[in-house]
């Protein structure tokens, strides 16, 4: 470390233009660097990848992006069971489809009268339109259709008909989901929450420099994604990402190493040589928690999924070009005009806050009491996490009035229910479509099956769609598509593909791997902070509670909006009955990776303070008095980072906000400002053990007390 800051101030004026070169390259082309992330979402080699990826190509009907289903409610003095009616019917949904280029769907008419569109007192029926689209439109629904399909029902439906759009793009879009902030705004807001922070921090207008970092990190990652474009797929969360988490990443660490410089030249140090004692202790913890970070988001390589791959290789790119900027940048700032812009000075770090004085004080003292608190707390949150559903939210939780939730509405009092909006499509030879449509209708769980209409010109494939009985974005959806599979597997050439496969597809070939990403991240963060720490007993430590902590988090999760508990009160949204299957894997990647960050920040400070004094009660006196605050503040900065996320419409964002949020402030207080220390207290001389053939020659301070 003292090498490369010895460098960086002896080519000060290059390094400010290096990183200037790259703010002037890169704010003009965010944009085009944002239009090359890829909006794909693939598990290549699963069936109902491959299933889906034929339907695009053979009808262009793309399962990513839900289909759009029309409710069509007779009055009581009509049914379909006349054939007038069926010809208005028939007739309302031709002048309909006309309204979308290339629509395809399927009807009680079109498909012979099949039982699958008609309630028991046939006054109900229903409608499933494809809009035909030429590639995958990943997150992106089809709002423009749906419009046009709406407002053309609404003026050709016979008359005392009542007729309603649905479906699950279309419920969003009631939600809301098509209008949020949008990132930069996001960004922003997170970033004005942060400025508060920093300026209670540090009482002076040096306040702002965190910031700046954040700038030139920011941007600077967008151009190596973009970079990273050109040699593989990037999915477009990435710019989330980057945009907040990396917001949060960079104040973290130009806070750590601003204060511990404030703190240098509170205890006489000045110029470059106060530059030089930070950066040889704050400026180490910042590289190794940029490596634990960068660990915890790489770990999503060894999932069998393209696009969570990606996110693991540009999300690896926050933390280490935060770590650069805060390593090179930021100390030719603080050692040329820093203390110009220390000023008025208000508040310095002579000495340790009086209050975290206290607080550490408490804790040796009541170390017990303190971890027992602690464990309670947190296994009460993780204990949910036992009853985590994975899938996609249910319909019922992604509007509250509007169009589509009336046709929600109408399918479950008429007793379809909500399986309408959530059908399976099989794909099969022709000569076998109507063996393949009896044999899925007996599946259990299946309330019918229909052969589509349409034949494609470039294949004897058709279309067949199968209707459950109940909404099957969960368990039972997943349940459905394993018996459905089972059920053709004797047929040649036939798939089953449809959204909730796809779904069902990711859940398994995600999850399945998932012990060896915990795994890989537990070797790879204890063999870097045992080097870190020169302990064994820390970096376990410090595994096991992170482990805990994210569990704490998913058990929010499920108390919040798997059961509604958080989510009536706070935003007037039903439960969802399930998580979106990739949200508890990233808030398990990210938390891990941050909060290793206060660990490391609280932790490398206790460990220089032992080897300065030989005693753990005083160390953890001082390091944890020395740190509370940073590590609370920079807490505070990505909460409010991550309620900037969730502050659109989108359900899903909402609820990937809610877990990091919940993990990142329960983490840092109930975890690194409670537990840990009250541990480390407890563990005593245990905490510095190290193999001896792994003890490297540091001449450090060996325990003259020990005891407690």
């Known amino acids: 470390m003292r090498r490369l800051t010895d460098f960086v101030l002896a080519h000060k004026r290059w390094v400010v233009a290096f990183w200037v070169a790259v703010l002037l390259f890169g704010v003009p082309n965010l944009q085009r660097a944002t239009r090359a992330f890829s909006q794909e979402f693939s ?31 007779l009055p009581a003095t009509d049914t379909l069971g006349s054939p007038r009616a069926r010809r208005e019917l028939g007739t309302a949904l031709l002048n309909a489809s006309r309204a979308v280029p290339g629509v395809q769907y399927l009807s009680f008419d079109t498909t012979g009268g099949s039982k699958a569109f008609l309630s028991a007192d ?15 439109r990943g997150f992106g629904g089809p709002s423009k259709e749906i419009d046009a399909l709406r407002a053309a029902l609404q003026k050709h439906h016979p008359a005392g008909w009542t007729v309603n759009v649905t479906g699950i793009d279309a419920l969003s879009d009631s939600g809301g989901g098509g209008s949020g902030p949008g990132v930069l705004v996001e960004a922003l807001l997170g970033g004005l929450g942060a400025l508060i922070v920093l300026a209670f921090v540090f009482a002076s207008f040096i306040a702002l420099v965190p910031l700046v970092m954040a700038v030139f990190a920011i941007v600077a990652t967008f151009m190596l994604m973009w970079a990273l ?8 969360i990435v710019q989330f990402l980057v945009a907040l988490i990396g917001l949060g990443v960079c104040i973290d660490y130009a806070l750590l190493l601003v204060v511990r410089w404030r703190e240098e030249h509170a205890n006489g140090h000045a110029g470059e040589q106060a530059v030089r004692r930070a950066m040889d202790t704050a400026g180490r913890a910042i590289v190794f928690s940029g490596t634990t970070v960068g660990i915890g988001l790489l770990s999503l390589v060894v999932l069998p999924v393209p696009f969570l791959r990606s996110i693991g290789y540009a999300g690896m790119l926050i933390p ?103 059908e399976y499509v099989a794909v099969a030879p022709v000569y076998d479509a109507y063996d393949v449509a009896t044999k899925l209708a007996r599946v259990s769980g299946v309330r019918g099956a229909a052969v589509a209409p349409w034949r494609s010109l470039s294949s004897p494939d058709v279309v067949v ?53 915990i795994a890989l991240i537990a070797v790879l963060t204890l063999l870097l902070l045992a080097r870190a720490f020169r302990s064994i007993l820390l970096p376990l430590k410090a595994i096991v509670l992170n482990l805990l902590s ?37 808030v398990f990647a990210f938390l891990f990776g941050l909060s290793m960050d206060y660990e490391v920040f609280i932790l490398s400070r206790v460990r220089e303070e032992y080897d300065a004094t030989g005693s753990t009660d005083e160390a953890v006196v001082v390091g ?37 949020a919940a993990g990142i402030i329960l983490d840092a207080t109930v975890v690194r400002a409670l537990l840990v220390p009250a541990l480390v207290s407890l563990f005593g001389k245990w905490n510095w053990w190290l193999p001896r053939f792994a003890r490297p020659e540091l001449g450090s301070a060996r325990g003259a007390d020990d005891s407690v």
């Open 465 to 517: 769609a199968a209707f459950p009985d109940q909404e099957a974005n969960g368990g039972f959806g997943r349940s459905l598509y394993n018996r459905l599979k089972e059920a053709v597997a004797p047929l040649k050439g036939v798939g089953i593909g449809g959204q909730v496969a796809g779904a069902a597809d990711f859940v398994s070939a995600v999850y399945s791997n998932f012990p060896l990403m």
């Open 122 to 136: 046939r006054r109900t029926t229903f409608a499933v339109f494809y809009p035909r689209f030429k590639k995958n």
């Open 229 to 236: 474009t050109l040699v593989a797929s990037v999915s477009f």
């Open 320 to 422: 280490i070009v935060s770590v650069l900027v805060a390593t090179t940048l930021l100390p030719v700032i603080l050692a040329t005009i820093g203390e110009r812009l220390d000023w008025p000075r208000i508040r310095t770090e002579r000495d340790a806050p009086r209050f975290w004085v206290w607080w550490s004080r408490w804790i040796v003292r009541w170390r017990w009491i303190a971890a027992g608190v602690a464990l309670a707390i947190l296994i009460a949150l993780a204990i949910p996490a036992l009853r985590i559903q994975i899938g996609n939210a249910s319909p019922d939780s992604l509007a509250k009035t509007g169009d589509a939730r009336a046709g929600l509405v109408a399918l479950e009092q008429s007793g379809i229910g909500a399986g309408a909006l959530t």
């Open 624 to 660: 944890l008095s020395r740190t509370g605050r940073l590590v609370t503040s920079a807490a505070l900065i990505l909460f409010l980072a991550f309620a900037a996320l969730g502050s659109g419409p989108e359900v899903v964002i909402k609820i990937f906000a809610t877990g990091l």
């Open 43 to 73: 598990v290549p080699g699963r069936q109902g990848y491959e299933t889906n990826r034929k339907l695009l190509h053979l009808y262009g009907i793309d399962p990513n992006t839900s289909s759009i289903v029309a409710v069509f409610r």
């Open 550 to 586: 994210v569990a704490a988090a998913w058990g929010v999760l499920v108390l919040v909006w798997q059961e509604g508990h958080g989510s009536s009160l706070i935003w007037g949204i039903k439960p969802t009955h399930a998580i979106t299957a990739f949200i508890p894997l990233m």
